[in-house]
């Protein structure tokens, strides 16, 4: 990516088909090669014309690049994978990729910032990419509190009234947002005590008896 300027929402202008072909429709009638030699640029509207051209291909290439488990995951990750898939950053990050797949969340976040892109972006006077992709990093390691949520939940009983905390119940949360659906019950307050630094074993021990009081 750094030998490269981006344009409008992090649209990369490396020359490959792809990105002319949807320059090009997004734009018929602008000239490709100039704002690639960084002459010229897009209003917000015309940025975000050329985001809605290139979504589509993004999340595709999010999916195959992140594999079989990227459904499962929550929609917070997911958005974020499609967002550093976007950028380039995701494709960049093999290792990264396969530490997600391997359910090494913590891992995978911090190989994923473990690249010159990211140490340089100061210096490249693209700085603005550092706290993007330090969400990217976030949403993985949440993703692990959100995944012991789902184990936590996934052993109380069909009959427990804790399922039905939220109208549409359980299953249907479950069904909507994945991976995550428990994750939606258990809310700011597992997240807030994971950035807190406790252990998961507090996390586990206390998220019935937190919903449980809820109830009440």
Do not use: C
Not at 188 to 200: C, Q
Request: aromatic share 8%; net charge positive; glycine share 8%.
């Amino acid at each position: 990516n750094e030998n490269h300027r981006t344009v409008g929402i992090g649209h990369l202008l490396d020359g490959s088909k792809r990105s002319r072909a949807s320059f090009k429709k997004a734009f018929p009638k602008k000239n490709y090669n100039e704002y690639k030699k960084g002459v010229g640029k897009l209003t917000q509207e015309e940025a975000q014309k050329l985001f809605q051209e290139d979504l589509p291909d993004y999340i595709k290439q999010a999916k195959k690049l992140t594999g079989d488990k990227f459904d499962g995951y929550s929609n917070n990750l997911r958005k974020n994978l499609i967002s550093a898939t976007y950028r380039g950053s995701w494709g960049q990050s093999p290792k990264a990729r396969k530490l997600l797949t391997e359910g090494k969340f913590e891992e995978a976040a911090t190989e994923f910032l473990n690249n010159d892109e990211y140490r340089n972006a100061v210096k490249l006077k693209r700085a603005g990419i550092r706290p993007r992709m330090e969400a990217v990093a976030k949403a993985i390691r949440d993703e692990a509190v959100s995944k012991e949520a789902v184990e936590v939940f996934s052993t109380v009983p069909a009959d427990d009234p804790i399922h039905h905390v939220m109208p549409t119940g359980w299953e249907h949360a479950r069904g909507t947002l994945g991976m995550s659906g428990v994750a939606y019950f258990v809310g700011k307050w597992i997240l807030e005590e994971a950035d807190k630094g406790a252990a998961n074993e507090k996390i586990i021990d206390s998220v019935n008896k937190k919903f449980r009081e809820g109830l009440h």
